[in-house]
C-alpha cells in the first residue's frame, strides 16, 4: 500500500522508530533505504520485511516483493527523508537550539573550540561536535566521525537540549553534506575556513568538492540567516558571490581598505602568540591569543565572526584571550629531554604549509618533521604534502599515518618524488621508531614536528586501530 510521507512523518512523530540498516530493524518499524555510497540500500528490502518492517521508504519506483504486508513512501531523496524523520522523531526544530556549522577543508576543529570558549563565556551552554569527540557540560562522547551520521546526529541534539544545551556548534564535513547528514537541521550560522586539496578520492574535482561545502550556505539566504565567509581564499570569494548576503572575513584590512565585513590586521606574531586588530563596521578592537600562526589569526577572525552573528558583544570576544589550544594542534608536549616537540594535525598539502610555515618563524636550529600519509584516501594529495615537508624541513622523516587497507611502503612511495628537494629524508614505516630516531638525531635547539594525527590515539593498519598516540611515544622515549 503506498502512503505519503505526511503520514508518516506523524507516525513518527508519535514515536513510530526509524533504521537505515536493514539488520537493525524490529516488528513494526521503518526502513529507509538509502541509496549508499558503498551499496544501494534497496537491495535490504526483503531483509527489512523479513525482520517485520511495517513502512518502507525508497526512491520513486521502489516496489515492495509480492504479498509483502507494508506501506510503501515513495521519497526523492531517502536521505533527506531520513533526516527530515529524525527531526520528527526528536523533536529537533521544538528545542529552540542555536545551531552554528562550520566547513572548510581545515581549521574546522580549532574554530569549533574558541566557539566554544568564547560562547560559554558569554554565558551560554554549548555543545560541541566534532572531530576531537562529540560534548557538552558533563559529557563527552568518543566520535567515530567529524559528522556523525543523521540519526545520530539529531540524538546527540535532543540529549544536548535535555541537559540545557541553547547552542550547538559542529564541524560539517564535505562528505556529511554530500550525504545530506544534516538534513533536517536548519543552521543559524555557517562559516567556511577555506577550500583546499583534500578528499578528491571521493568528490574527484575540486570544484565537486567546493560545491558540496557550499551546500551549506544554499539554505541561509532565504531563512534570513548568517554565512561567515573566508575572502583570503580563493574559493571564499566565489561562494560570496553565489551567496552575498554572507559576511566576509579575512585578514590585512588596511590592504583591502576593509569596507564590510570583518577584518583582521595581524600587529604582531612570534613564538608567544597573536596581537590582532579587528575592524567590523565602525567598530574596532583587539586581541592577543597565545595561538601561533596566520591560519590561527584566521580561526580566530571566523569564531569571532560566528560569534557576533549568534549577538555576542565585541567586548565579550575577549575572553578569547584566556584560550589555549586544541589538542593535538600545535601542541607542545613538554619532556624531560627539553626538546621542542609539538604535536600537529596537519593531514594536507596546505595545513602541512600552514603549520610549517609559522613553526619555521620561530628561533631554532635546524626544522625535523615527522610525517606521513592516511591510507584509503586521496593519493594525489600525497606527493603534494611532500613538496610542502620538503620546502621547510631541514629533517624530513617520513613514515606511515593509518595505512588503513593500503600497504604502507606503497603510501611512503607516492609521498616521495615530492621529498626531492629534501636534503635529508630518513625512512621508516613504523611510526613508533620513525619519532624514535628523529629524537635521537635532535640536538638542543632543533624543533620537531609530528604531523597528520595529533590527538589521534589509535593508528589504523589493515583495519584495525591499534592503541597509538605521537604525545605519549614522546613521553615513553623522552621520559
Ligand atoms: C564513504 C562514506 O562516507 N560512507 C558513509 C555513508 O555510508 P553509506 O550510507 O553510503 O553506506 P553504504 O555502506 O553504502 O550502505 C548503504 C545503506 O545500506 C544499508 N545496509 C547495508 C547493509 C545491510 O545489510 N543492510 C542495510 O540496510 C546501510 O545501513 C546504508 O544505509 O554514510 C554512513 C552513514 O552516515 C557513514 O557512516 C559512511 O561513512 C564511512 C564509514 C566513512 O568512513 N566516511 C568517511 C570518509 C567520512 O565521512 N569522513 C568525514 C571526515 C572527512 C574530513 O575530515 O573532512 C566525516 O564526517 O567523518
Ligand atoms: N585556517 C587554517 N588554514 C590552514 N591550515 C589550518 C588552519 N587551521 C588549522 N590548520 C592546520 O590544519 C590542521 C587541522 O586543523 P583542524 O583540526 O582545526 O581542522 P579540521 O578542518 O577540523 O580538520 P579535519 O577535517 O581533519 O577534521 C591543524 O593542525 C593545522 O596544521
Ligand atoms: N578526517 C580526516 C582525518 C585524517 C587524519 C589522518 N590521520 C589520516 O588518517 O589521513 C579524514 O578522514 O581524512
Ligand atoms: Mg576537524
Known sequence: MNSTFNELVSAVAAGLMVRSDSRRVRSGEVFVAVPGVGVDGAAFISD???RGAAWVVGLPGTRLPEGANARLVEHENPRVALGELAAAYFKTAEHGQKLVGVT???GKTTITYLMEHVLTAAGRKVGVIGTVNYRWPGFVLDASMTTPDCWQLHEIMANMAAAGVDTVVMEVSSHALDQDRVAGLAFDVAV???VTQDHLDYHKTMDAYFNAKARLFCDLPRRNKAGIVNVDDAYGRI???RCPQCTGYGLYYPATGGNGGLWGDIVSSSSRGLHLAMKYGDQRWELRSSLIGKHNASNLLAAQGAA????VKPKELKSLEDFHGVPGRLERIPNAGGLDVFVDYAHTPDALENVLSCVGELDFRRLFVV?????NRDRTKRPLMGEAVARYADVAILTSDNPRNEEPLAIMADVRPGLARCAHVI???DRRTAIAAALAEMRKGDVLVIAGKGHETYQEIRGERHPFSDAEVV???LG
Open 239 to 241: 561562494l560570496l558571490e
Open 308 to 311: 557576533l552573528a549568534l549577538g
Open 427 to 429: 625512512e621508516d614505516s
Open 475 to 477: 613521553r615513553e622515549i
Open 48 to 50: 527489512a520485511l523479513e
Open 192 to 194: 567556511l575556513t577555506n
Open 104 to 106: 572548510g577543508t581545515n
Open 371 to 375: 610525517f606521513g600519509c592516511g591510507g
